[in-house]
């Protein structure tokens, strides 16, 4: 892989397989990143999501990213509003649809489960 092609979004082309991209950018390392809500239904459907563990990040560079956690409905949940100078935030309170927040959002997301 070309090392300019890990910044990009998560794509099977240049990463490969999701689980596997998963489990070695688990946030530890490195990061994962993803670009709208595409893969978020996929990491739902393949079952790594964890009701009330995973949580999502939308990045929102230069100003603090959003903070959202995953609801037993799996939408974006956040419980109250963060400080403003803190490198996350939550969103106001609220649940959200994946579908809508994410659209054309660069995000992250930790807090699965990989077997």
């Not at 560079?61 to 509003?81: M, T, Y």
Request: hydrophobic content about 35%; charged content about 25%.
């Amino acid at each position: 892989m070309d090392p300019r092609d890990f910044f990009k979004p998560y794509s099977p082309e240049t990463h490969g397989d999701l689980r596997e991209y998963l489990r070695t950018h688990d946030g530890t390392l490195a990061c994962n990143l993803f670009h709208g809500p595409k893969y978020f239904f996929v990491i739902k459907d393949k079952g790594f999501l964890i009701p009330n563990v995973s949580a999502v990040r939308i990045d929102r560079s230069p100003a603090p990213d959003i903070g959202f956690s995953v609801n037993s409905d799996f939408l974006l949940e956040s419980r109250e509003q963060g400080k403003y100078n803190m490198s996350l935030v939550g969103a106001k309170k609220g649940v959200y649809d994946p579908k809508i927040v994410l659209r054309q959002r660069g995000w992250s997301i930790l807090g699965l489960r990989i077997d």
